[in-house]
């Protein structure tokens, strides 16, 4: 972990991003309230030859990703080999969306998998083929109320008996809960690692196409990859999740930057 001189408790992050204006809110908050400073890498404003992350990422205590558009293959090797070596990768939102399936090592990195990517604007049923849908209310639910990321400064005001249908053997439990207001909603996105994962966050969300309710558990995990973890954090669409003081999203962030393995 890298810490400054003058500050050895203050951590450096790195966020690259094709969506500054969501990640600048992040940034101001990050450093308000966890003493984090951040380095902003802008895809949008660097020609496609110059999309790279710096050489050496050592400096920096995690690694936040929130590309919507491609994922570059430089990119997507730079940020397995950081995680692998030991770094944080914290992934949000669109860091686990269709888009990335095409990848060559992404999706194989995270334990992933969509069914008929297609199909992705259509409605479906759960455990069949991938889909997203905004602007959706849908309820957050809390799978792991005892774990740091999920409960460090975040108050849940809402439970709910929640059953999700991808985890094998899985009972219906009352779990804290939030409903999230104009966000998105991924349906359908598998895990492919058996149980790899630590599941930290799940969702609740009714479709009015087709009336079916979707209850899985893949909107926040933690993985451990080779010496080091991946953190993924779904919500997050719209500028506002990132502005509106009263979203717990930015606090999930900072607490999967600041969380202690040990």
């Given at each position: ?41 802008d895809y949008k404003s660097l020609p ?12 920096y205590d995690a690694l936040v990703g ?162 080091g973890h991946v953190i993924y954090i ?29």
């Open positions: 972990m890298s810490r400054s001189v003058e500050d050895p408790d203050r951590r450096r992050v790195l966020i690259v991003t094709d969506e500054a204006d969501r990640m600048r809110p992040l940034a101001a908050y990050l450093k308000e309230n966890g003493r984090i400073d951040t380095v902003i890498v496609e030859n110059k999309r790279v992350l710096p050489g050496d990422l050592t400096p929130y590309i919507h558009g491609d994922l570059d293959e430089l990119t997507e090797v730079r940020i397995i080999e950081y995680t692998l070596s030991g770094g944080r990768f914290v992934a949000v939102h669109h860091m686990v969306s269709s888009g990335k399936k095409k990848n060559r090592f992404y999706f194989g990195f995270l334990g992933l998998h969509m069914d008929d990517i297609e199909h992705a604007r259509d409605a479906s049923e759960a455990g069949t083929h991938y889909m997203w849908r905004e602007p959706v209310d849908k309820v957050l639910v809390n799978l792991a109320p005892g774990h740091y990321v999920t409960s460090h400064g975040i108050s849940w005001p809402d439970k709910i008996d929640f059953l999700p249908t991808d985890v094998p053997g899985a009972r219906e439990t009352e779990y804290p809960a939030i409903t999230l207001k104009r966000t998105e909603v991924y349906s359908n996105v598998k895990r492919t690692d058996g149980a790899e994962k630590t599941l930290l966050l799940g969702y609740a969300y009714t479709d009015d196409r087709n009336n079916v309710t979707h209850a899985q558990a893949t909107d926040g995990w933690i993985k451990p990859a080779g010496e779904q919500p997050g669409h719209f500028v506002e999740e990132f502005t509106d003081p009263d979203n717990i999203l930015n606090q999930l962030i900072l607490n999967a930057i600041t969380w202690n393995p040990g």
